[in-house]
């Protein structure tokens, strides 16, 4: 069984007690922290922007993975790199000029990933799929933590993973959106590589052990 990347996502956390939060996730054994940005546009929900991400940055000693929910996420994406960001993704569905924008994050020397909608076919990825480091597949409409799992995820992993072979790629495919321990190993066996968990770890009694075992699968 592979072990996958864990990237536990901060907009579950207690914004309140973010630095405790933090120093939680850096002696876990998660991989990443996720960084979920909403702008109350892309989606119906604000969450933080790039002066959060900064504070963040201070006190991690894991790669901060940010997943932009922004329109337009060309304007900003050079001020999540300086706010600390070693991975950007960014919606297909915010983009018109997709390409240019994955070669303007890679442009500022961090990993480049693009995030699609439930709706969004992985097809739809073909022609970028040798550009980017990383497929994020939304397993919920994006906006909210702590939603339902989408059932059709699996056979959306499926499918790009088939995509990923075609192409002869080693993009990361991550999952995003009501990950928990009772979808995670079938997560991992259909293809992904990284799973975001926000509410499943930071509601648990006990998230680091929680973030243990999403890690070893148990
Ligand atoms: C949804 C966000 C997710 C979400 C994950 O818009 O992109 O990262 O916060 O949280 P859970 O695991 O609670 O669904
Ligand atoms: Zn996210």
């Known amino acids: 069984m592979k072990t996958p990347i864990i990237s536990p996502s901060v907009l579950a956390a207690d914004f309140a007690n973010l630095q405790r939060d933090i120093e939680m996730l850096n002696s876990s054994d998660a991989d990443w922290i996720h960084i979920d940005v909403m702008d109350g546009i892309f989606v119906p929900n604000i969450s933080f922007g790039q ?112 995509l990923r072979n075609r192409f002869n790629s080693s993009v990361l495919i991550e999952i995003d959106g009501g990950v928990n321990s009772t979808n995670a190993k079938k997560l991992i066996d259909v293809g992904a590589d990284v799973l975001v968990a926000g509410n499943f770890v930071f509601t648990a009694a006990n998230p680091l052990a929680t973030i243990k075992d999403l890690k070893t699968q148990l």
């Open 51 to 162: 002066p959060v991400c900064a504070a963040i940055a201070k006190h991690a000693k894991k790669p901060l993975d940010v997943h932009l929910m922004i329109e337009r996420p060309e304007r900003y994406v050079e001020q999540f790199k300086q706010a600390g960001a070693s991975l950007i993704s960014v919606h297909y569905e915010a983009c018109v000029h997709l390409h240019r924008n994955i070669e303007q994050i890679k442009g500022l020397g961090i990993k480049a990933g693009v995030a699609i909608n439930p709706h969004t076919p992985v097809d739809l990825l073909a022609e970028i799929i040798a550009d980017i480091d990383l497929v994020c597949v939304m397993s919920v409409n994006p906006g909210f933590g702590g939603q339902k799992f989408i059932e059709n995820t699996y056979t959306k992993v499926q499918k790009l993973a088939e």
